[in-house]
Structures are given as structure tokens and as C-alpha cells.
């Protein structure tokens, strides 16, 4: 191993205001990808949001235009402008400072989903330009910025006036910066879900979006005084409820807990948390809380009915919630996330409220309605049959497949047993396979070829499933089991593979391939997902051999018509049908060297959407799917 350079006092080095934003932006929003991206969005609207929890602001208005920008106003008290004791305007000590806002001070929002302080500094961090309009104290203050740095000269120490007003807010504008991200278009549909999320857990809240990037512009309002019980019905709106959604909130240790949940005749639960209107994507002590008070209150009650008798086991917390649509939201003063994405709540006195809230509230509702609580324990008690059931099953057709080290025409495994160090390729067809073994790295990488198209998961009962040879495979070699609605055996601290690297061929075929093995994944490995190990392997389509200098890869047919306007000269071009065309160099060249390659990593941005697309494209009902392709066809990309 080659020695490092000299580490002195030469070597520390201090980024100065938000270069360390821009210099690492995945610390801030997760990633430089679409959903990085979109996150820029979110940052400002909930800063917006946090005004209305704070009671001075009832509409938002999201647009997003032909241009590239994105545009954020709200009709809240405006940033402050005044001079600042640091020496500036409030308005651009919160735009150019981390950890500066009114999120600290607990006079000025109570609660607040922008705990951090960050969201409005590292939005101007990453973008090309930034422009802010302030109405309050009668005038419309302005400012702007070029990444991240203020470009207006101040007017006798004060921003610059546009005109006198009557209004109050702010109107936020900015331009994404290319040379962040690695797509400046934002999803429509990602960001009009998220608003509408918001505004069901906003009942007052009145948020209109508009792409005016479509002719004509495509304009949604979203207004839904139900709040979360809204959302519910809207989540079951294609299922058959067991019974009507039921609602409940109270406090605890100074948090707000507010939970609506319904039971359908699904076998799966899904429930989701929010803290202080942030979407808690990996739950968090929240959810825990809920689960935890839920099932004894459960099991209590199936014992006093006689349900449950002195012999039997309880419920298992999955056995009581198999068939649950839930939302969970608390308002919290001074929440504690995993990270500045806040994808995971981990406040232990929120684990304790809701917990007491859930306990009381729900002993409250079912001791007045012992009809909807018959027809709950009623799931329960199914779900526990099944399981139960399902439990031998599983122990009968696992036990006869050991995951092995052997590459026996299944699994060719790497000899490395850190799992950090350790990458596993998913490879379709015996030729691709045979070539990725010669190609790869013995010591981390591992292939696994499989036979053609495995089983479509949304439309097979489990048994079906755990009976197909592949996924048998593939749990086995995994080493951290699954989980599906009847119990939950998967363990992601066993997982073998730091990387589950799907390859398949860049056609319609391999492109079905890759949705079969994304949907075992979601449905019965989500945590694969959620915790970032899932990726997608980009082989190659053509490489072109100039007359004159290097050979070169190219990914997509847009890199090749940008080779033919910007090549002179003639070149020879070769087209990779599959994986099979290519010999082991090549294989290893482009599609497994760590140092060239291109992964795509799988994200999962907003659960409920994913389900429900997943549920769509790969479940059984037809009209939906094709209005679904219909309405998205121009977004593909085809392969002619």
C-alpha cells in the first residue's frame, strides 16, 4: 500500500461559510440525485410550514417553471430584516449561515420540523442563484444570491426596497446548480405527493402547486380538513375496509400526539410516522412507542374476551397490525433525528408519549365500540393462524437449501467474510454468468447467476414464493431471511453483501428482470432498500474503436449521438446486445471495476407512493396499469 503524503499543519483545512455545503451536499440532502434534488424543495416549504404551526401563515404556493427554477411563497410573518448584532441582516445571516434561524429560540416556533437550522443556508449553497422577496413592515425587501453568496449591495445598511405592501411572507426562488447534482429537473409527481402529505397533516393548511413546465401548466390544490383520518381513507381508498377509520390524539411530557389507523382485508400493515410534519422514513421511537402500547392493549383485550386463552401465546406485534393502515404524527419542541435528512426519529420521550397516549385513547375507543374491536381481534387472530402455519412451511423449504461456498452452478461466492468489503451480482442467463465469474474479484465480489424471470411476488401467495428455487437462493445467500405480512425474520445485521448489484441486459427483457427482483426486494427485503445496499449495475450499450487514439464506452444512445457531433473522424461501433457478447475483460472493464463502473443505487423517496405504484404495475388489476403507462409513456426512454 503507498504511503500517504506529509500530514503537517499544511494539511488542515478550513472551508469558510458554506463551502463545506457545497463541498459535501450528501451530508446535507442525502444525495446529489433527483431526490437530493427535490429535497432543496422541501427545505423551503417546510420553513414555510413551520410558520403556519407557529399560527401566522395559511397558504403556500409551490410552482415549478419552464426555466429550471423552483418557487416557494408563503403568507407568514416574512424572515426578519433588521440589522443583526453579527453585523447584517437577519434575512442573510439565516441565508449564509449554518445553524442560524429562529428554530433555537423557543419563543419564536414551539415546534418545528427544521431543527438544525440549515435548510435555508444549504439551499442557497447549492444553487446557481437564489432570489428572496420579503413583505413585511409595510415594504417588499429584496435580496439574491450566487451560490450562496450575496451579490446586492445593502442601502444605508438595510436590503434594497422593490415597493410598499400590505402583505406579509416570503417568496423564495433559486436555480439548482449543475455542478451539484447529477439531474436539475425536479420530479413533479415526487414533490405534488409530498405537498399533499402536508397538507393532510395540515388541516388548515391551504398549499397550491403549478408545473408550469407543462403547456398547459398543470395546477393542483391541496386542501384537507380531515387531516391524517383523510389520509387514511385515501391510502385504502382501493381496498375493502374491515372497518371505518379510527382516530385519536392527546399529549404527554409536552408533545403532541395525534394517530389515525384502519384495519382492510390486506395481508400487509403499513404504517407511517411524521415529527413535526417531516415523513420519518425509518420510523424511529415514535413508532415504536405505538407498536409496543398497541400490542399489549391488543392482547389484553383478546385475553378478557376469552379469544386468547391461559395456554396460548400472545399476539405478536405483526399478528395485530397484519392488515393496519396507520399514521402516527407528534409535534415535538425539540426533536432528535438521525441525521439532517430526518429519516429517523430518536427522541426516547417520544417513544414514552405516544405510548401513553395510544394506551389510554385506544382502551377509550374500543371499551365504546366492542363490535370494531371484535372485528380487529378477528384479524389478529387470522394473522396468528397464518403465521403459525406459515412458520412450518418456512422451516420445512429453507432447512433443504444451506447457503454454501461453493459455485456449484448457483453461487459463486468471494472469500472475503467482511461483509463491509463484500459486493453480491445478480447475474440472469449460464453465458453472463460464466463470464462475470472469470471477470470478477474473487476476494469481495460474489455471482449469482439465476435461470430467466423469477416469480412475479405481488401476484403469489407465500408458499409459492418461498417454493421457488431462485428466491430460495437468494435469501439463503443473503443471510438475513425476509419478512412479509405474516411475521417479520429479517435481520439486516446478517446481511452478507454490503452491495445486492442487479445486472441484467440493457433490453425489455433485462429491464423486467430487474423490476421482479426490485419487487422481492421491496415486498419482502425493503430494509435492502431503505438502507441503501440495492444497486443496479449499467453495462454498456456500444463501444466505439476510432480509427485514430482509444477505444470508448458508451452508456445510452444520448452519449452516442454526443460522440457522433463532437467526434472527428471515422470510428468503428459495437453494439452489446447482452451481457453474454461481452468476454470476461470487457465484463470487468465496464461493468465490475469498482474504479469504472456505473451503479445506479435504488431509493425509495415516498413509501406510500412506491406501494402503490408497486401494486399497480405488478398486481392484477389491468386499467389501472394502463393508464398509468399511458399517462408516463413519454418519460421512457426507448431503445430503438
Known sequence: MAKSRTYDEKSITVLEG?????????????????????????????????????????????????????????????????????????????????????????????????????????????????DVEISRDGQIWHDRYERGKPVLDLEDGHLPVLGKTRKTGTKVRFLPDPEIFEVVRFSSEDIASRLHETAYLNPTLKITFEDRRQTPAVHSEFYEPDGITGYIRDMNRTNEAVCPPIYFQGSSEGILVECAFQYVNEFHESVLGFCNNIYNAEGGTHLTGFKTAFTQVMNTYARDLGILKDKDPNYTGADVRNGMTAVISIRHPDPSFEGQTKTKLDNQDAARAVSKVTSEEVVLFFDKHLETLKQVLSCAERAAKIRRSEEKVKTNLLSKQKYSFDSNGKLANCESRTPEKCEIFIVEGDSAGGSAKMARDRSTQAILPIRGKILNVEKASIDKVLANAEIKTMINAFGCGFSEGYGNDFDISKLRYNKIVIMADADVDGAHISTLLLTLFYRFMPELIYEGHVYIAMPPLYKVIPSRGEGEYLYDDTALEKYRRTHKGSFTLQRYKGLGEMDAGQLWETTLNPETRVLKKVEIEDARMASDVTEMLMGNDVPPRKAFIYEHAQDALLDV
Open 18 to 130: 458554506l463551502e463545506a455545503v457545497r463541498r459535501r451536499p450528501g451530508m446535507y440532502i442525502g444525495s446529489t440525485s433527483r431526490k437530493g434534488l427535490n429535497h432543496l424543495v422541501y427545505e423551503i416549504v417546510d420553513n414555510a410550514v413551520d410558520e403556519h404551526l407557529a399560527g401566522h401563515c395559511s397558504s403556500i404556493f409551490v410552482a415549478l417553471e419552464a426555466d429550471g427554477t423552483a418557487l416557494v411563497e408563503d403568507d407568514g410573518r416574512g424572515i426578519p430584516v433588521g440589522m443583526h448584532e453579527k453585523g447584517m441582516p437577519a434575512e442573510r445571516l439565516v441565508f449564509t449561515t449554518l445553524h442560524a434561524g429562529g428554530k433555537f429560540d423557543d419563543t419564536a416556533y414551539k415546534t418545528s420540523g427544521g431543527l438544525h437550522g440549515v435548510g435555508s443556508s444549504v439551499v442557497n449553497a447549492l444553487s446557481t442563484w437564489l
